[in-house]
């Protein structure tokens, strides 16, 4: 037995039989946990806000959140049963979504009954149907924020059941059910800001029942844990992005348009389709196309008639006999789109070499299917190269339209009938406006970019977002089409919109021009009708696609491309990082390639500094122990240790012993020796000594004098071995475990 | 102190919770998964959970604590049943501040004990860099315990792993059996024959009583007194008186064959075997001796097998001489290698006692030697089999049957009671 220390030391604060109990006492703040999961599913719900408008849904998702979350904490604080919080939560639950939903098919409006269930799927198959149909960000519908609502009372309910049972990891399970809802519907991290509020209140959660520890470590920890999450994933090998399309795929639901911004967005484009062709230009090859505007989005004309014989297609709709045109084919192979229709180009004659059932729809020309996709099909198709004549196009008139393609609905935004008259106004014929309004759109200021309307909220082709595209004028082709669809509809031109893909590059192989089209060739433009022609397609999107021939005019602004033989040059980006709006202009500007070397320069400056960084750490780390020491020399207290210590160090650092039994005077004999003359240091070591052994108003130690020392001690070291005292102090190796000496 | 052997001395471990290997298996098939799916938002949950649970692995040893620990009994050394405050003072050390960690003492015997709660150990200077820590041990049996080492458990923040070190050296608490104040009235002191003794005793207190004799040959020369001489005219050696108590003799049977309950047992230290009955007659002999040598006697205590008891020294040792007599009596343990018995003296005058508890023919016949001619014997019989009694009793000695669950108290009364019939007193 060591029976050495008999004095009995001076309990220090805190110190001593600390007889806390476990912090996990029933009972023991309950209110505040239920208030952490509830604000941790608070956070997770509010990550949706991008796939939904407005705030009224997370409003709603969390207060039936906190009102099962209250219901169980209120009843855990009235009845020590373990049994009845969850059963008493989760009625509660049920009875609230009965009230909020379906409260006059329930007795008492809270007791759901039968009808009260078929309300709820008629309602949830209203929400499923209008998350399918409706693009990101979606309006909520009351059926999607029923399904918010029954997401969140599922998984408070499964939090607090987590909870009771002391398994508060397990929260990560309804959180995560919450979270994978944007991830599911749109790819990319939905939104880097939530996630990180989420994962900081996990942690937090996971802080339950834990034991006190330094506030620091803590803070220090999960600042690492939840940023690493985030940064790390940049180290590891990326994920293969090219199977994520086949997965959620460029596949087009029931309305291309909508998702269109997307799949144009997602990088990594593959090969689409490739075709070759006898026409004379490149061929525009249409999926659907879009009639009816509602205002929030232009949809097809459901409930058309069929035509199931593809070998004879309908004439197509107001051509008239006067119309010159080639007849051409264009053989096509389908690699990787998921959809059913079938790009064709228009006006479609016939198709053969299909496989499966496919039928066509007349007002379009669209073929479709109902079982078979496109996806892997190599057919020919013959149509016709309409070339109408200036003068044919100078007299044409607008008055039979097909029904449906003039309406607009109420409340059209002022600037968009503004903008098209004051641009086709001059104009004398139709399709002299529809000329106006596609150079207006193609020329400066307009700018193409697929991200700028997501950054700035106006993705879509709505009235609204229309209006605020024609004040901004940057988009891309949805907008473009939109607009020009919009505007002609304004001016009295019936229009629609085709979504398909623009001609693609064009390769020379096997002595025949092969055109390659890729997922990113995907394209929205308008068609205009004309009487006696029919619908004519133009390309008010700049930098996109080909304008027709007949779109050309004399006083064309020169930056248009006219000559469609030209390719789109760089179609095909190699890499996600580059900035997807430019990628069918090279820079041209010097200020453009000025900006790109500027980047590039600032990439390699950053990663510079990245690697100073890491190489100046440990210095940085030594510094902050020497101004920590100073530090304590200047306030007093225990200067002489603090000094000696950071004397100690420096020899250390330029790697003589120093071991910690060694008195003051002991070492600086030891040093003068070794340094070949008594200097700074033996001054020191006396200031040392009266400083830890003399009266308490001796003369205080500067931290000028250490530094003299410290100078001395350096300077006596070669220059490798003081650089390796800057970079790699060994003092902090022996800080770091001392016993190794 | 520390015993190499010791199970409890290399236990520093790191070990993920079952939350952390939940964490880490979550986060290996999110990793897992998140390629074939390709999608970046997988990779992030599995980086997270991975950074959880190996982070924690981290952090439990980056801030495993080193400290060292001092251990201190008070009373140093306590009897079975008592109380001893255990006194922990643990040094930081490190070079950082311990966290707040979880303390355990390693305590061979079972003990209502909560873990602790241990404040954060700063560094600076040695009186702050020391926490006191106390509890309280409550042994039931005598013996030598190895008290430690300190346990102290740290689990990260968020609970994914825990490191459990072991702190400091292993002590060795001493537990003596438990000494019953025995009341005057046993069987010797109702013995008749008390003359020799009387004087004896009043010998105890004369330590200047002194007489010369007429000298004789072999006494030595610086023995002589010379101022008597020259008065008697003859050589005069001081007759020093014999101032030796009357003795009292104790036989104890620590032969392992003498006990058919023993069973092997490790909470001692060395494990040794343990039978109830011999714990009997340890108490039993601790008390006894104890009582005979407040009541004057010069104890003796002899053993069947080779000795451990240290005996009671003599009078002018002081009051130690009873407690490394405890002392040595925590650390008695049944022998099974025997040696010769050895022949008792039977010079000196005193009762003998015996307690026994299933002896063979062998030890029993020794017993029966020990005890003086003239002088009173007493047996304290643990379950003995009736043959050997018949012989204890056939040879006069009185004989008192206990049982291991007997209290010392009433075994001493009884052998009073015993005694007073043995003489007809009632």
Same mark, same amino acid.
């Given at each position: ?28 703040? @309950? ?37 099962? !979350? ?64 409706? @693009? ?129 967005? #997602? ?67 389908? *690699? ?28 379009? !020309? ?105 004040? @901004? ?145 440990? /210095? ?6 020497? #101004? ?28 003589? *012993? /120093? ?25 020191? @070591? ?38 390796? /005292? ?16 | ?12 471990? %790191? ?54 620990? %001092? ?17 922990? =003072? ?50 039931? =049996? ?123 047992? &490790? ?44 005996? %009671? ?8 001489? %009873? ?31 015996? +307690? ?43 004989? +008192?049957?206990?049982? &291991?669950?007997?209290? +010392? ?18």
């Amino acid at each position: 037995m060591a029976l050495t220390e008999v004095r009995t030391a001076p309990r220090a604060a805190g110190v001593g039989p600390a007889r806390r109990g476990s912090r996990l006492r029933p009972g023991e703040g @309950r209110w505040a946990q239920a208030l952490l999961v509830a604000a941790a599913l608070a956070a997770a719900l509010a990550g949706l806000h991008v796939t939904l408008q407005g705030l009224s849904w997370w409003f709603v998702g969390t207060a039936y959140a906190a009102s099962v !979350l209250l219901a169980a904490a209120l009843t855990r604080s009235l009845v020590r049963s373990a049994f009845w919080p969850p059963i008493v939560s989760l009625a509660a639950g049920v009875a609230l979504l009965t009230l909020g939903y379906a409260a006059d098919t329930a007795l008492l409006g809270i007791i759901p009954t039968p009808a009260t269930l078929a309300r709820f799927g008629t309602l949830v198959n209203s929400g499923v149907t209008s998350i399918v149909e409706q @693009r990101v960000p979606a309006t909520p519908e009351l059926g999607i924020v029923l399904l918010i609502a029954v997401l969140m009372v599922v998984c408070a309910w499964a939090a607090d059941l987590a909870l009771a049972t002391r398994h508060p990891a397990l929260i990560a399970a309804p959180l995560a059910a919450i979270l994978v809802v944007p991830m599911a519907i749109k790819p990319g991290l939905a939104d880097a800001f939530w996630y990180l509020v989420t994962a900081a209140l996990y942690l937090a959660v996971l802080r339950i029942g834990r034991r006190r520890d330094s506030r620091r470590v803590v803070l220090v920890t999960g600042g690492i844990l939840v940023l690493g999450s985030l940064l790390l994933p940049y180290a590891l090998p990326g994920v293969d992005a090219r199977d994520a399309p086949r997965v959620s795929g460029l596949r087009t639901g029931l309305n291309p348009l909508i998702s269109l911004g997307d799949d144009l967005r #997602r990088g990594d484009p593959m090969l689409a389709l490739s075709y070759t062709t006898s026409a004379q230009e490149p061929v525009y090859l249409r999926l659907t196309t879009l009639e009816t505007f509602t205002g929030e989005t232009w949809g097809p004309i459901v409930g058309s008639a069929q035509g199931g014989d593809l070998t004879r297609f309908p004439a197509p709709t107001g051509l008239g006999g006067a119309t010159p045109y080639d007849e051409a084919t264009v053989d096509v192979t389908v *690699s990787d789109v998921i959809t059913n229709w079938l790009p064709a180009p228009y006006p479609t004659t016939s198709v053969t070499g299909l496989t499966g059932e496919w039928f066509w729809e007349p007002d379009g !020309l669209t073929v479709r299917s109902v079982e078979t996709g496109a996806r892997g099909q190599r057919y020919q198709a013959s149509f016709l190269e309409l070339a109408p004549t200036s003068a044919q196009l100078a007299v044409a008139t607008s008055r039979d339209a097909p029904a449906g393609t003039l309406e607009l609905p109420d409340g059209v935004p002022e600037i968009i009938p503004q903008t098209a008259h004051a641009v086709a106004d001059g104009a004398a014929s139709s399709y002299d406006k529809a000329l106006a309004l596609q150079t207006y759109l193609r020329s400066e200021p307009f700018e193409y970019s697929e991200q700028a309307p997501v950054d700035e909220g106006f993705d879509g082709s709505g009235m609204d977002a229309l209006a605020v595209f024609l004040d @901004r004028k940057v988009g891309y082709c949805v907008h473009y089409a939109s607009a020009m669809a919009v505007m002609a509809r304004e001016l009295g031109i019936p229009s629609r919109i085709a979504v398909g893909f623009q001609p693609g590059d064009r390769q020379f192989a096997d002595g025949s021009n092969v055109y390659s089209v890729s997922t990113d060739d995907l394209h929205a433009w308008p068609e205009l009708y004309f009487d006696g022609i029919g619908w004519l397609r133009f390309e008010p999107t700049p930098g996109r696609g080909a304008v027709p021939d007949y779109g050309t005019q004399p006083v064309d602004d020169p930056n248009t491309p006219q000559d469609e033989s030209s390719p789109t040059p760089s179609a095909l980006p190699t890499s996600a990082t580059d900035a997807r709006g430019d990628r069918d202009e090279t820079p041209q500007t010097p200020e453009q390639l000025a900006a790109q070397q500027g980047a590039s320069a600032l990439v390699s400056l950053g990663v510079l500094a990245a690697v100073l960084l890491v190489a100046l750490t440990p /210095a940085g780390f030594r510094a902050a122990v020497r #101004r920590g020491r100073i530090r304590r020399i200047r306030q007093g207290g225990d200067a002489a240790a603090a000094a000696w210590e950071e004397v100690r160090d420096t020899a250390r650092d330029v790697g003589w *012993s /120093a071991p910690e039994s060694e008195t003051p005077r002991t070492f600086a004999a030891r040093i003068a020796a070794e340094l070949g003359a008594e200097g700074a240091i033996g001054a020191f @070591r006396g200031h040392v000594e009266a400083n830890a052994y003399g009266r308490p108003d001796a003369a205080a130690l500067s931290p000028a004098e250490l530094a003299a020392v410290r100078r001395e001690i350096l300077r006596s070291a070669d220059l490798r071995t003081r650089l390796r /005292a800057f970079l790699l102090p060994p003092s902090l190796l022996y800080r770091w475990r001392p016993d190794d000496r | 102190m520390s015993e190499p052997t010791s199970s409890l001395r290399r236990s520093r471990s %790191i070990r993920l919770t079952v939350r952390g290997w939940a964490t880490l298996v979550v986060g290996v098939s999110l990793l897992v998964l998140a390629y074939p799916v390709g999608r970046r938002e997988l990779l992030v949950a599995a980086v997270l959970a991975l950074l959880l649970s190996l982070g924690g692995l981290l952090v439990a040893r980056v801030r495993r604590p080193k400290l060292e620990v %001092i251990r201190l009994f008070s009373p140093p050394v306590v009897s079975a049943g008592g109380v001893a405050q255990v006194t922990l =003072r643990a040094r930081n050390a490190g070079s950082v501040t311990t966290p707040t960690l979880l303390w355990n003492d390693a305590i061979p015997w079972r003990e209502r004990q909560q873990p602790n709660e241990l404040a954060p150990i700063r560094i600076g200077s040695a009186a702050a860099r020391t926490a006191v820590l106390h509890y309280e041990v409550h042994p039931r =049996r005598r013996g030598l315990f190895p008290i430690g080492p300190l346990v102290v458990e740290y689990t990260d923040p968020f609970g994914m792993a825990r490191s459990v070190s072991a702190c400091g050296d292993v002590d060795r608490l001493t537990v003596v059996p438990a000494v019953v104040d025995l009341p005057d009235g046993g069987p010797v002191l109702v013995d008749g024959d008390g003359a020799a003794q009387l004087i004896q005793r009043r010998a105890v207190g004369n330590d200047d009583d002194l007489t010369t004799r007429e000298y004789r040959a072999g006494d030595a020369l610086r023995r002589v007194h010379w101022r008597a001489s020259a008065r008697h005219g003859e050589l005069m050696v001081r007759q020093e008186e014999h101032r030796s108590h009357p003795d009292a003799r104790i036989v104890i049977d620590t032969r392992l064959t003498g006990y058919p309950d023993a069973f092997p047992d &490790s909470e001692s230290w060395p494990p040794a075997p343990h039978s109830d009955r011999f714990e009997w007659a340890v108490r039993m002999l601790a008390s006894l001796a104890v009582h005979l040598d407040d009541s004057g006697f010069r104890v003796d205590v002899v053993e069947s097998a080779t000795g451990q008891v240290e005996q %009671i020294g003599e009078r002018w040792e002081g009051g130690q001489r %009873i407690e490394s007599f405890l002392t040595s009596l925590a650390a008695v343990r049944l022998l099974d290698r025997h040696h010769e018995l050895v022949g008792a003296s039977a010079d000196a005058a005193g009762p003998t006692f015996a +307690i026994l508890a299933d002896p063979d023919a062998e030890v029993v016949d020794w017993v029966l030697r020990q005890r003086r001619p003239g002088q009173s014997g007493a047996v304290f019989a643990v379950g003995m089999r009736g043959e050997s009694r018949e012989r204890f009793v056939d040879n006069g000695w009185l004989c +008192i049957d206990v049982r &291991s669950d007997d209290d +010392i108290l009433d075994a001493w009364r009884a052998s009073a009671t015993e005694a007073g019939y043995l003489r007809g007193a009632y």
